[in-house]
């Protein structure tokens, strides 16, 4: 049985991580390096660095910060925010990028995942999806949700796959900063219909609700930000908690 990963989600805006921090012995709470460094240091299985400001203001991501990162961190990460190309793929893997994320460009230019994939090798080609259920329908939505599309959840999910993505990164919008639980039902239905591995997004309130999504949403990965940024849930914990509930991870 595959290990289930736990990820922590760097949001960036301006070379800052967003979100807030507060780590004791931080230099600098909003370096985004420094806390890579911390969540590799303390078990985290990945890390997802999003420049959120980067689709929407039409900027490259930082390129900088992900030399920075990938010469502190020793465990996979992945890049997305304003990757609409061919070019801006090969300029995050060569800066030590692992992985990279597209979404809005997806949507607009589905061909994209397929030139992507057979260039660089669907390993390293996320689609991040972001959804709302609206009516007992989930629709996907655009530029950091802002923009609703008419495209249903679970087509764009089996296209995508279809294309060449390797991994898919769902953010459900209705539950998003909830802390109320990840969206379990959505997160086992596309676990059903698509092969590739799914990283469940928004709604971690406590490490319950990690359990839950492995065994009921069926997913292969959870990904959070601010219970892992405000110490609310420490990663070695977390990583005891499941384990003590019979859900591999690694420790």
């Known amino acids: ?10 949001d960036i805006k301006n ?26 240091d303390e078990g985290a299985d990945e890390l997802v660095f999003l420049d ?16 920075d990162v990938a010469a502190q961190v020793d465990i996979p990460f992945t890049v997305g925010g304003g990757i609409s190309s061919v070019e801006d793929v090969d300029r995050m893997l060569q800066a030590g990028a692992d992985k990279v994320s597209i979404n809005s460009a997806a949507v607009k230019r589905p061909e994209l995942i397929n030139e992507l994939s057979s ?9 991040a999806i972001d959804a709302k259920q609206i009516d007992g329908e989930w629709f996907v939505h655009l530029v950091g949700g802002k923009v609703p599309t008419d495209i249903k959840l679970f087509d764009w999910a ?74 609310e849930i420490p990663i070695p914990a977390l990583k005891h908690y499941l384990k003590n509930n019979g859900i591999n991870v690694r420790i």
């Open 158 to 231: 089996q296209e995508v796959e279809q294309r060449g993505a390797g991994e898919i990164l769902f953010t459900s919008m209705n539950n998003d900063g909830t802390k109320n639980g990840f969206a379990n039902e959505a997160l086992a239905k596309l676990s059903e219909i698509v092969n590739i591995p799914i990283i469940a997004s928004g709604g971690a309130g406590n490490m319950q609700h990690f359990q839950d999504t492995f065994v009921d949403g069926k997913a292969d990965a959870a990904l959070a930000a601010s219970v892992f940024h405000f110490k």
């Open 52 to 67: 959120i400001s980067a689709t929407e203001e039409r900027r490259k991501t930082l390129q900088k910060l992900v030399l």
């Open 15 to 40: 070379g800052r991580t967003v979100k807030g921090v507060n780590f004791v012995n931080l230099r600098d709470a909003g370096d985004p390096v420094e806390l890579a460094k911390i969540y590799a």
């Open 119 to 127: 260039k660089f090798g669907n390993q390293c080609i996320v689609v």
């Open 1 to 10: 049985m595959l290990t289930k990963r736990i990820i922590p989600c760097l």
